[in-house]
Nanobody, 122 residues
Framework: QVQLVESGGGLVQAGGSLRLSCAAS??????MGWFRQAPGKEREFVAA????????DYADSVKGRFTISRDNAKNTVLLQMNSLKPENTAVYYC?????????????????WGRGTQVTVSS
């Protein structure tokens, strides 16, 4: 069982930036993803990266503004979020997939963090 701990959320003005971090326990590497859930909405895919880091996927709504990266030595995945918009307000969750490839489907992920709140004010 791996534990995922997110950090880096907070309150930011529209147009600002935040960097989320997700630390995984242990040394086993996973394909990683970020999802978010806004109040009254379903959880949605944001970004994902393969276990080796060579492949990334992004939701269309964040392409060009968000960047996923990983530091395998620290077993950490990051989500750099730039040009934030009020509609990006949500709880952001980190997830780990025991597979190899990046995955956009939440059902494919085996482990989830508790989430970190991101609030973007207009």
């Amino acid at each position: 069982q791996v534990q995922l701990v997110e950090s880096g959320g907070g309150l930011v003005q529209a147009g600002g930036s935040l960097r989320l971090s997700c630390a995984a326990s242990g040394r086993t590497l996973y394909a990683m993803g970020w999802f978010r859930q806004a109040p009254g909405k379903e959880r949605e895919f944001v970004a994902a990266m393969s276990r080796g880091g060579g492949n990334q996927d992004y939701a269309d709504s964040v392409k060009g503004r968000f960047t996923i990266s990983r530091d395998n030595a620290k077993n950490t995945v990051l989500l750099q979020m730039n040009s934030l918009k009020p509609e990006n307000t949500a709880v952001y969750y980190c997830a780990a997939d025991r597979g190899t490839n990046s995955n956009t489907r939440s059902i494919e992920y085996d482990y989830w963090g508790r989430g970190t709140q991101v609030t973007v004010s207009s």
